[in-house]
T-cell receptor
Framework: DAKTTQPTSMDCAEGRAANLPCNHSTISGNEYVYWYRQIHSQGPQYIIHGLKNNETNEMASLIITEDRKSSTLILPHATLRDTAVYYCIVRVEGSNYKLTFGKGTLLTVNP | GAVVSQHPSRVICKSGTSVKIECRSLDFQATTMFWYRQFPKKSLMLMATSNEGSKATYEQGVEKDKFLINHASLTLSTLTVTSAHPEDSSFYIC???????????FGSGTQLSVL
């Protein structure tokens, strides 16, 4: 799996949008971008994934650049419960390929 | 999303004993499950890939005789930490892959403390 680079930490005000960047400059054509988050002492939670088109679900939006070398996860209205470590992972969909976790971004939502 | 149940959530045991952790996919069949461990303030590290009906595939550096994995059915995988020692104390997390293999869902984790 291609490596990803994320900032170590970010802060966001409650109610504002949180924009979490991820660089994946060596991504292959068949690799998807996945986002998971982990709240302290819990298992990771799936958020969203995409290949090249922007994606949106009830949790977040995923914006992937045209060259697919980077992406941004957007939490439109961050709440205190969104404080977590967010992991950006690239993986081939439809395979048994494992998810390899990097260090992720610790997002702290402040009141 | 799909539900993965992991049990127990917390276990404390004496050094030298064995501990079994169960991972169940509640509303889907999982031909592949993954086991991770996580030390405090660190990221998840993959230990092994568990395929239903076959032997698990262990990552480099993980002792297969110490961490026994059984995946006897499409909804259950177990991890047994044999002859546990204090250095095995960690947060263990399982994940299960949906049938379409597009997503992995994770259990809530097991905090193992070996005294």
């Amino acid at each position: 799996d291609a490596k990803t680079t994320q900032p170590t930490s970010m802060d966001c005000a409650e109610g504002r949008a949180a924009n979490l960047p991820c660089n994946h400059s060596t991504i292959s054509g068949n690799e998807y971008v996945y986002w998971y988050r982990q709240i302290h002492s819990q298992g990771p939670q799936y958020i969203i994934h995409g290949l090249k088109n922007n994606e949106t679900n009830e949790m977040a939006s995923l914006i992937i650049t045209e060259d697919r070398k980077s992406s941004t996860l957007i939490l439109p209205h961050a709440t205190l419960r969104d404080t977590a470590v967010y992991y950006c992972i690239v993986r081939v969909e439809g395979s048994n390929y494992k998810l390899t976790f990097g260090k992720g971004t610790l997002l702290t939502v402040n009141p | 999303g799909a539900v993965v149940s992991q049990h127990p959530s917390r276990v404390i045991c004496k050094s030298g004993t064995s501990v079994k952790i169960e991972c169940r996919s509640l509303d889907f069949q999982a031909t592949t499950m993954f086991w991770y461990r996580q030390f405090p303030k660190k990221s998840l590290m993959l230990m092994a890939t568990s395929n239903e009906g076959s032997k698990a595939t262990y990552e480099q550096g993980v002792e297969k005789d110490k961490f026994l994995i059984n995946h006897a059915s499409l909804t259950l995988s177990t991890l047994t930490v044999t002859s546990a020692h204090p250095e095995d104390s960690s947060f263990y997390i399982c994940s299960a892959q949906t049938g379409g293999r597009e997503k992995l869902f994770f259990g809530s984790g097991t905090q193992l403390s070996v005294l």
